[in-house]
T-cell receptor, first 112, second 114 residues
């Protein structure tokens, strides 16, 4: 049990729609990272938030955006969903930048 | 090509046997993390290594980071059914500060045969 929770567990959306995924970090953790994991692959880094500001970004288009709130919760928003966005989305919180990251259980997104 | 290569891709081991999983990078590993994942679930943190030559153990699992900080190995002694799953290595290979997130290998699928 990492203390990191994500909602919803599963989600089915239609191509072109928008989706918001939520994450609750461990209390006191000021850094949250989001990853996308396609079937059979390792997680791919989307972006990281540190003290409510984007701190780094992977090779994902601007339609992937995020927010981090003072209460240790965060969101991943994806606009104009594409079929290839179907994946397991993982958030990971850490005490600070460069510290070990603790992952949530993930949200399984299916785009039809 | 994959920046972080894991080998083998899959492994079937008889219960009670030892096994080793490797993780190799052409770049310096600023922080090497080992995680375990059950199919379709989140990642469970196992160990973090930062210094060249560092070795850590937890229960029957030992992880090492080589002196050059470009290769790590995960060794399981006397494997049990509870060890089955996907083992992932993740590393900060770009900046050393973690701002670019972790780069992961594709994982090693471990099956334990009774």
């Amino acid at each position: 049990e990492t203390g990191v929770t994500q909602s919803p567990t599963h989600l089915i959306k239609t191509r072109g729609q928008q989706v918001t995924l939520r994450c609750s970090s461990q209390s006191g953790h000021n850094t949250v990272s989001w990853y996308q994991q396609a079937l059979g692959q390792g997680p791919q880094f989307i972006f990281q938030y540190y003290r409510e500001e984007e701190n780094g970004r992977g090779n994902f288009p601007p339609r992937f955006s995020g927010l981090q709130f003072p209460n240790y919760s965060s969101e991943l928003n994806v606009n104009a969903l594409e079929l290839d966005d179907s994946a397991l989305y993982l958030c990971a919180s850490s005490l600070d930048r460069g510290y070990e990251q603790y992952f949530g259980p993930g949200t399984r997104l299916t785009v039809t | 090509s994959q920046e972080l290569e894991q080998s083998p891709q899959s492994l079937i081991v008889q219960e009670g046997k030892n096994l080793t999983i490797n993780c190799t990078s052409s770049k310096t590993l600023y922080g090497l993390y080992w995680y375990k994942q059950k199919y379709g679930e989140g990642l469970i943190f196992l160990m973090m290594l930062q210094k060249g030559g560092e070795e850590k153990s937890h229960e029957k699992i030992t992880a090492k980071l080589d002196e050059k900080k470009q290769q790590s190995s995960l060794h399981i002694t006397a494997s049990q059914p509870s060890h089955a799953g996907i083992y992932l290595c993740g590393a900060d290979i770009r900046s050393g500060g973690g701002a670019d997130g972790l780069t992961f290998g594709k994982g090693t699928h471990l099956i334990i045969q009774p």
